[in-house]
């Protein structure tokens, strides 16, 4: 017979007294507080969704829970228990324990949300996939690169994956010995993560980067072509 992963971690949530203080907490509760940690807006919608089911977990290769679905959630459970640890810590508690009954052996993003947890974490962690990405526009320029900021990530749901599209801007110290050509890239860069299991559950992450000179300095009608 199939685990049942999604009452497993109810019941684990509910049988841990530093999670739930000393009230009760219902066993509807907890399947919905369980059903957004996987990306869920409800029960019944994680239930419905056969094409992702819980029970590939194992085979994913990064777990994301989605804290702050868990945060909406709670507001529109009535009769919570006042005790009732905080969504991060639940959210760390399930991960732990997922990992303890040997369902998912992957690495795990326990972070707000998934698109600071990639600008502050992820694409600073792979840098140099970037700079060798991006290696053919910074030998236009006669600027050392070495400081990249992400301005902004947004999520796509594409049905079998999310992508993250992340702006921003890599900063460079331009050599006084060359003549000036561009100190900064405008960056984009996708990270697609293809979905395994439920709505947090995905495989390799794959990255993709891209850029362009910043032209700001050109004299505009030069940089527009209106010069006579």
């Not at 497993?8 to 841990?16: E, K, V």
């Amino acid at each position: 017979m199939a685990i049942d992963i999604s009452k497993l971690c109810a019941d684990a949530i509910r049988a841990n007294p530093a999670l739930t203080g000393v009230e009760k907490l219902k066993s509807s509760h907890a399947h919905e507080l369980v059903a957004a940690y996987f990306g869920y807006k409800s029960r019944a919608s994680m239930l419905a969704d056969a094409a992702y089911p819980l029970g590939a977990l194992e085979e994913a290769a990064v777990l994301c829970p989605d804290i702050r679905l868990m945060d909406a959630r709670r507001p529109q459970l009535d009769g919570l228990p006042a005790g009732l640890a905080s969504s991060r810590d639940i959210a760390s508690y399930l991960c732990d324990f997922l990992k303890a009954e040997g369902l998912f052996a992957g690495e795990v993003w326990l972070y707000e949300d998934l698109e600071h947890y990639i600008m502050e974490v992820y694409l600073p962690a792979h840098d140099y996939l970037i700079l060798d990405e991006l290696s053919g526009v910074m030998a236009e320029t006669n600027a050392q690169f070495d400081e990249p900021y992400y301005e902004d990530a947004i999520v796509n749901d594409a049905g079998d994956a999310f992508i993250i599209d992340v702006t921003g801007t890599y900063y460079g110290s331009n050599d006084p010995d060359k003549p000036f050509s561009g100190d900064q890239i405008d960056m984009k860069i996708t990270v697609t993560l293809p979905r395994v299991s439920g709505r947090t559950a995905f495989g390799e992450p794959d990255l993709d980067a891209g850029g362009a000179i910043n032209d700001d300095w050109v004299d505009p009608e030069l940089r527009y072509g209106m010069a006579e």
